[in-house]
């Protein structure tokens, strides 16, 4: 049974700092893509950013270029977002998940969700 786990949410001040983790596990991720979504309360989910679970070939979203950072452990199964330069409109539930790597494809398996604030 396929998991994703996120864990590292909470309250920050603006230009504050926050790392949040998905620690995956049920199958091997070779050949995944994983993403970090957000939803801001009212407004739809987006993508902030994704990565291969091999590693490189990142994308992230205007809104956030610069200042998060994704990156992936595959020893501890692990994919990070690194978020740095927090602003209030950062404020949402952060969602990982996965997809198979080719392009056009969803993704088919999320995590619960971890709340992340950013107070001005």
């Known amino acids: 049974q396929v998991q994703l786990v996120e864990s590292g949410g909470g309250l920050v001040q603006a230009g504050g700092s926050l790392r949040l983790s998905c620690a995956a596990s049920?199958?091997?991720?070779?050949?995944?893509?994983m993403g970090w979504f957000r939803q801001a309360q009212g407004k739809e989910r987006e993508l902030v950013g994704s990565?291969?679970?091999?590693?490189?070939?990142?994308y992230y979203a205007d809104s956030v270029k610069g200042r998060f950072t994704i990156s992936e452990d595959n020893a501890k199964n692990t994919v990070y977002l690194q978020m740095d330069s927090l602003k209030p409109e950062d404020t949402g539930v952060y969602y990982c998940a996965a997809r198979r790597e080719k392009p056009g494809l969803k993704y088919d398996y999320w995590g619960q969700g971890t709340q992340v604030t950013v107070s001005s």
């Open positions: 990565i291969s679970w091999s590693g490189g070939n990142t």
């Open positions: 049920g199958r091997t991720f070779q050949g995944y893509r």
